[in-house]
């Protein structure tokens, strides 16, 4: 009989939500590494924009999804919010 997901019949397992020790691990050294690296970014992002603005706003706009959190949406089950309304246009005898 298979198992339902999140269900291992451990009563002493981990517990959900909670990150297993090696990705809590793995986070703490990959940011010990940005740590150290948030000058060099920094100089990197200011050059960028020098250079080619358009790039520098894309590359930010990828940064800000790693500290902004998603918005959800608390009466549609946590399911991501749908920023554009859905348009319907009616086109003359279409």
Do not use: W
Request: aromatic share 6%; charged share 25%.
């Amino acid at each position: 009989m298979a198992q339902k997901k999140g269900h291992t019949g451990n009563p002493n397992g981990r517990p959900k939500g909670i990150p297993n020790r090696t990705t809590t691990q793995a986070k703490q050294i990959l940011e010990q590494i940005m740590f150290g690296q948030l000058e060099n970014i920094d100089e990197a992002l200011n050059k960028l924009k020098a250079k080619d603005y358009s790039r520098y706003l894309d590359a930010c706009s990828k940064l800000f999804t790693y500290v902004l959190p998603k918005k959800t949406d608390i009466t549609s089950d946590d399911k991501p919010i749908s920023l554009l309304p859905e348009i319907n246009i009616k086109l003359n005898g279409h």
